[in-house]
């Protein structure tokens, strides 16, 4: 079964560094890019950032821009989130997700294969 597997989650404390994995089993080479969203308890899943598997274009919500990465290793199918400075506001489930189309958007409609998700708790 194809799959899309998060990893890296954990505890830290504000203003902390943490980098989430996600690989994808079922990659193909029409496949467009990959994204991260989150949900935050008692909230809508949030679009994060995504990058594009060709040239590594890379895209971020207001809310992370500046402080979190994302990068790629097409080798390994494999999308990195680098999380740095963070906030207990970003404590969340991170999910991977895998656009339908060729783009990237801010709507998880957009998205037909999702992780597990990973958890992210910023406190301290």
């Known amino acids: 079964q194809v799959r899309l597997v998060e990893s890296g989650g954990g505890s830290v404390q504000p203003g902390d560094s943490l980098r989430l994995s996600c690989v994808d089993s079922?990659?193909?080479?029409?496949?467009?890019?990959m994204a991260w969203f989150r949900q935050a308890p008692g909230k809508d899943r949030e679009f994060v950032g995504g990058?594009?598997?060709?040239?590594?274009?890379?895209m971020f919500a207001n809310s992370v821009r500046g402080r979190f990465a994302i990068s790629r290793d097409n080798a390994s199918n494999t999308v990195y989130l680098q999380m740095n400075s963070v906030l207990p506001t970003d404590t969340a489930v991170y999910y991977c997700?895998?656009?339908?189309?060729?783009?990237?958007?801010?709507?998880?409609?957009?998205?037909?294969?999702w992780g597990q998700g990973t958890q992210v708790t910023v406190s301290s």
């Open positions: 079922g990659r193909t080479s029409s496949d467009y890019g």
């Open positions: 990058i594009t598997w060709i040239g590594g274009a890379s």
């Open positions: 997700a895998h656009p339908r189309r060729g783009f990237i958007g801010a709507d998880s409609k957009d998205y037909d294969r």
